[in-house]
């Protein structure tokens, strides 16, 4: 059994300790769906995704880093508040762990869009970068189709909902991402990684009607151009 006090101190931390644990819960929730929709009714997507990105860097990394200063002043408030350091210290780290890891979660985040709206602007970097990655793209999956792979409609599907799947895959690893406990730099690169492959393959899984090959009746035949033009060459002489 760990004594943490008694009186009106024992109440602080009763208050702090549920306060925390519905903030915890309920706020990186509430914060993806504001920012999500906040990006969705934007009229410049890409200077919003940037935004976003840069508030989750900054907020999330700053509170990661006052959690790490707060927990080296536990042993300050404990002595103001008449309590045990040591089981203090054992309750602050209960809830600030976690969170401290969503915080981690989010820095990550803010990063990704960062990169993600960058990529998606109008610079003319961003352009380059996109065109180069269009070109691959494009001929990896000509390459594929002359193989023999043909996913019929539902590469159709996936060229026409591409922004969605693309969506969904972003929105399944930030799930992913919360649902890791304890989560580590090793988990983070996995889970950026896999997103990354698994988006890769969606795309080159469509079938973009441009980059259809012409089929045999469209190719012009040679000998009946050849007949064509030997009445013409006859009439000329």
Known sequence: MI???EG????AVRLGYALAVTVGTWLPIVTLAVAAGGIVLARRR?????GVGIGF????????????????AVGIVAERLDLSPSALEVIYGRFVDAMTETAVVFTLIGVLLIVAGWLAGRSTSA??????????DSAARRGLQERGLNTGGFGSWLAER???????????AVIWLFLIRPIGLGDVFLVVVTALVVAWILELLQRRPEEEPPADGDAPDSSLAGVAD???????R
Do not use: K, M, N
Not at 63 to 72: E, I, Q, T
Not at 230 to 236: G, K, L, Q, R, T
């Open 3 to 5: 004594i943490v006090g």
């Open 8 to 11: 009106q101190g024992l109440e």
């Open 46 to 50: 890409s200077t919003a995704i940037i």
């Open 57 to 72: 860097a900054l907020g999330a990394g700053s509170l990661a880093v006052s959690f790490l200063v707060g927990r080296a």
């Open 127 to 136: 352009v380059r970068v996109r065109g180069s990655i269009h070109g691959l």
């Open 162 to 172: 591409r922004r969605l799947v693309r969506g969904i895959v972003a929105v399944l």
């Open 230 to 236: 030997a009445p013409a060459a006859s009439s000329s």
